[in-house]
């Protein structure tokens, strides 16, 4: 099974501008075996950037793996904490990286939506 970081270090944003084609990116590599993925390059994020590394997770799951999203930049991980799924994102951030984003504790998924 691949375990090479490499297949998503060329991605240098992740917005709603390229979140179709990053998305296909990382569902072949998990199809492929890898779920480890390093997004240090990543520069550029938008909310799109959490549905996408959200999708990723829940197909890595699906494919029975565990998805691990290395040197995450902090303007995503506090787009995560924002939307309250940073532990949901990736099992290899800690309690410190998934700290409260303004006060806020972190939701469940079924909180997030409105009535």
């Known amino acids: 099974m691949p375990d090479s970081l490499d297949t998503l270090q060329s991605l240098t944003s992740l917005t709603v501008h390229n979140a179709t084609s990053a998305l296909e990116q990382g569902l072949d590599a998990i199809r492929s075996g890898q779920t480890k993925f390093d997004l240090r390059n990543v520069k550029a994020v938008d909310s799109a950037a959490v549905s996408v590394m959200l999708t990723w997770q ?36 800690t ?19 409105h009535h």
């Open 58 to 93: 829940r197909a890595a799951q699906d494919a029975g793996g565990v998805l691990e999203l290395k040197n995450l930049p902090t303007n995503l991980k506090n787009l995560t904490k924002l939307y309250g799924v940073c532990s949901l994102v990736s099992s290899t951030l």
């Open 95 to 113: 309690a410190e990286d998934c700290g409260s984003a303004g006060g806020h504790a972190e939701r469940s998924p079924s909180d997030l939506h």
